[in-house]
């Protein structure tokens, strides 16, 4: 007999959806590290494209018969992420402009998501994890403030490739969570 056991983040069979996006992520910021010469704006049209796969598929989660846990998490973060994941890819110099304060959102609405996911894991074995991952993600976030408030591009392409492959691993381990688990009675 299957069994959901609780969690922050809910179960859902499509799990490995989660996964294959995490993964896009990490292989995008290490081509973007490899090959910076590609510009900053075609990686606000990377990043804004990836916002909006990402945002479908939280979207997937949220909604559905079985709705998971948390499905309310999914659900905002999937408007915010379609939201600024539209409005990267509308115009490249509209992208260009606006690119790290709308990651610098993005960043912070997932590290106050994590944070408040360790703290509804306390009781679990590595809770603290996600809190850690919540902070980091938050000075991710606050970094690109202050590259959008200095103009600073390299500063700029430096966080993209580094923001692409810590979120990338950072929804991977979320997915893992979301697995259902099928125990025997």
Do not use: H
Not at 83 to 109: A, Q, T
Not at 114 to 123: E, K, L, Y
């Amino acid at each position: 007999m299957k069994t959901s056991s609780l969690n922050y983040w809910g179960q859902s069979k499509y799990w490995w959806i989660v996964l294959i996006v995490g993964i896009l992520m990490v292989i995008c910021g290490f081509a973007y590290w490899l090959w910076p010469s590609i510009g900053y704006a075609v990686s606000s049209q990377i990043f804004g494209w990836l916002l909006v796969l990402a945002g479908i598929v939280q979207l997937c989660v949220s909604s559905g018969v079985n709705r998971p846990r948390g499905w309310g998490w999914w659900l905002a973060g999937g408007v915010i992420d379609l939201f600024i994941g539209f409005m990267l890819v509308r115009s490249v110099i509209l992208s260009e402009i606006v690119f790290p304060y709308f990651i610098s959102i993005v960043f912070l609405f997932w590290g106050l998501n994590a944070i408040f996911s360790s703290v509804n894991m306390r009781q679990r074995r590595y809770w603290w994890i996600y809190l850690i991952n919540g902070i980091l993600l938050m000075v991710i976030g606050f970094f690109f403030l202050e590259a959008g408030y200095i103009q600073d591009m390299l500063m700029t392409s430096l966080l993209t490739s580094i923001a692409f492959i810590y979120w990338g691993f950072s929804i991977s381990m979320i997915s893992y969570e979301m697995r259902p688990v099928r125990m025997q009675e």
